[in-house]
């Protein structure tokens, strides 16, 4: 069975889009990018813009044009496979984001990219104080107790702000 949200061509299919393809979707795709990811950071000596940032930057990009079309089916065409499948990915998505706020040797790279890299425009200097500034939003200078204590809050969070959601779907 294809997946329409791993078909990433043109807009999204919002038409061909059913709850049995959220989870499998996120499942490969965050997969995929801890893969990417790692397999980069191993061959990384002297990271470059185009070495290191850019093809992250394209991974989640990707997740990301998976992750939206749900986002916006949830919150306008919401059902209880939907709410079910999306609720599912929330868990998932929040430990990603930590994992990857948290990767000391990610941080470390993208710190060597900034500072060793001259010939940076000012699109390309943005986005990486931005993901710097995230890095240090994310814990990534915590020691490990308090890392974990950051990833089980942002999980709480991510719960809590899912359930008011869903009320206020329910009541509207």
């Known amino acids: 069975m294809s997946n329409p949200l791993l078909e990433q061509e043109g807009l999204p299919r919002f038409h061909s889009i059913l709850p049995e393809h959220v989870e499998p979707a996120v499942d490969s795709l965050l997969a995929e990018n801890r ?15 185009s070495s290191l940032v850019e093809p992250i930057e394209l991974w989640e990009d990707r997740l ?4 939206s079309p749900v986002s916006h089916l949830n919150s306008v065409m919401n059902s209880e496979a939907l709410r079910e499948a999306y609720n599912a990915c929330l868990p998932k998505l929040s430990d990603y984001g ?31 104080d931005n993901a710097l500034r995230d890095f240090h939003l994310s814990g990534v200078d ?31």
């Open 98 to 128: 930590t994992e990857m706020g948290q990767n000391e040797r990610l941080y470390a790279a993208y710190k060597a990219v900034a500072e060793n890299e001259d010939a940076l425009d000012d699109g390309q200097r943005k986005v990486l």
């Open 64 to 67: 990301e044009r998976a992750w």
């Open 142 to 172: 915590l020691p490990d107790d308090k890392k974990a204590r950051f990833k089980a809050i942002s999980q709480d969070l991510t719960a809590l702000t899912s359930d008011f959601s869903d009320k206020v779907l329910d009541a509207t």
């Open 35 to 49: 893969r990417n990811i790692e397999a980069l950071l191993e061959r990384q000596d002297r990271p470059t813009w």
